[in-house]
């Protein structure tokens, strides 16, 4: 839902809700709390919960990090397709990552990686001046 005003020490005070896992959430009012710990000095937030996205992790149906996460973002986490989106996307527009780390690959279909690899060989010898030594093209046997 979004971040709070709620001191930590009030959070402490609020009740502990029983959870099919050990977690630390907490209810006051007919309202779920979650808390986040940021940066160096671990500042601590509270966050509130929509009470339909309690009932999601409740039923079994989120677990207790995505309903963090949700809380903290406002959208619930990237779901491993989206993230595979995300990381072939960064890879299309770079292209050098072809070059540098060859599992990237895997994110292409053959007929992709037949017209993106000579792209990203060039891009690499504009960048470097020549493709790495211990690089094996994927199409030179």
């Given amino acids: 839902m979004s971040l709070t005003n709620i001191t930590w020490e009030e959070f402490e005070t609020y009740d502990k809700v029983k959870?099919?896992?050990?977690?630390?959430?907490?209810?006051?009012?007919?309202?779920?709390?979650?808390?986040?710990?940021?940066?160096?000095a671990s500042v601590r937030r509270v966050f509130e919960i929509e009470k339909s996205?309690?009932?999601?992790y409740l039923?079994?149906?989120?677990?207790a990090r995505e309903v963090d996460f949700k809380a903290e973002n406002d959208r619930w986490p990237p779901t491993e397709e989206q993230k595979k989106a995300?990381?072939?996307?960064?890879?299309?527009?770079?292209?050098?990552?072809?070059?540098?780390?060859?599992?990237s690959r895997e994110l292409f279909s053959?007929?992709?990686?037949?017209?993106l690899i000579p792209l990203a060989e060039q891009k690499w010898i504009d960048w470097k001046g020549k493709l790495p030594d211990d690089y094996v093209s994927p199409f030179k046997k």
């Fill in 59 to 63: 039923s079994g149906k989120r677990t």
């Fill in 110 to 115: 053959q007929e992709e990686l037949e017209k």
């Fill in 19 to 40: 959870s099919p896992v050990p977690y630390d959430f907490r209810t006051h009012d007919g309202k779920y709390y979650t808390f986040g710990e940021f940066g160096i």
């Fill in 86 to 103: 995300s990381e072939k996307k960064f890879v299309e527009k770079g292209l050098t990552p072809l070059i540098s780390n060859p599992k």
């Fill in 53 to 56: 996205d309690f009932d999601e």
